[in-house]
Nanobody, 126 residues
Framework: QVQVVESGGGLVQAGGSLRLSCATS????????MGWFRQAPGKEREFVAY????????RYADSVKGRFTISRDNAKNTGYLQMNNLKPEDTAVYYC???????????????????WGQGTQVTVSS
């Protein structure tokens, strides 16, 4: 059974940084893409960042480009989201996701991912 667990969320002042981690277990191979999404109160879950299984390809939402960096350590089955220069509008629950065996849609679509974590809260105060 595949499990995805996020950690690293918290309360930070605007301009600060946080590093989220995403630990995946139960997979037989590291050849799966990972994605980060977020959901603010009253809003739909939105794409934040994507990384291919090798780490060679990444994609970011325009709203976080230049401030967030996605990475992964396949030896540890862990992905990361480094978030710098945080803004109050970044406040949301952040979800990690991993690609399943039959993804469909683009990498910034929720349908591309099969496994999801429970989320970690990030709150940015002004």
């Amino acid at each position: 059974q595949v499990q995805v667990v996020e950690s690293g969320g918290g309360l930070v002042q605007a301009g600060g940084s946080l590093r989220l981690s995403c630990a995946t277990s139960g997979r037989t191979s590291s050849r799966y893409a990972m994605g980060w999404f977020r959901q603010a109160p009253g809003k739909e879950r939105e794409f934040v960042a994507y990384i291919s299984w090798s780490g060679a390809s990444t994609r970011y939402a325009d709203s976080v480009k230049g401030r967030f960096t996605i990475s992964r350590d396949n030896a540890k089955n862990t992905g990361y989201l480094q978030m710098n220069n945080l803004k109050p509008e970044d406040t949301a629950v952040y979800y990690c996701s991993s690609q399943g065996s039959a993804p469909w849609g683009d990498v910034d679509s929720r349908t591309f991912y099969e496994y999801w974590g429970q989320g970690t809260q990030v709150t940015v105060s002004s």
